[in-house]
């Protein structure tokens, strides 16, 4: 059974940065493409970014340029780097596989940008 684990999430203020981490245990990751996903207040979740076991990555257009997405597969972990965060960044961050499977989301991590 695969287990995804984000951390490293917390309260910056604009413009400021982060980097959240994505722990998979259970089984190898470095053969799947990963993700990154979040949850804002009130609307749904909508993809970030995401990597492929080959390393080409994709961006949502709201943080192209800001954030960036990679893995470590001998630590079976994915990364997102955030940089100039604005509030709109707010919301609870989740990895997962691209495409999503519903059956491994996991507690994710929130990330608070005040203004």
């Known amino acids: 059974q695969v287990h995804l684990v984000e951390s490293g999430g917390g309260l910056v203020q604009a413009g400021g940065s982060l980097r959240l981490s994505c722990a998979a245990s259970?089984?190898?990751?470095?053969?799947?493409?990963m993700g990154w996903y979040r949850q804002a207040p009130g609307k749904e979740r909508e993809f970030v970014a995401r990597?492929?076991?080959?390393?080409?990555?994709a961006y949502a257009d709201s943080v192209k340029g800001r954030f960036t997405i990679t893995r470590d597969n001998a630590k079976n972990t994915v990364y997102l780097q955030m940089n100039s965060l604005k509030p709109e960044d707010t919301g609870f961050y989740y990895c997962?596989?691209?495409?999503?499977?519903?059956?491994?989301w996991g507690q994710g991590t929130q990330v608070t940008v005040s203004s």
């Open positions: 990597i492929t076991t080959s390393n080409f990555t």
């Open positions: 259970g089984r190898t990751f470095n053969m799947y493409d």
């Open positions: 997962n596989f691209w495409p999503s499977n519903r059956a491994y």
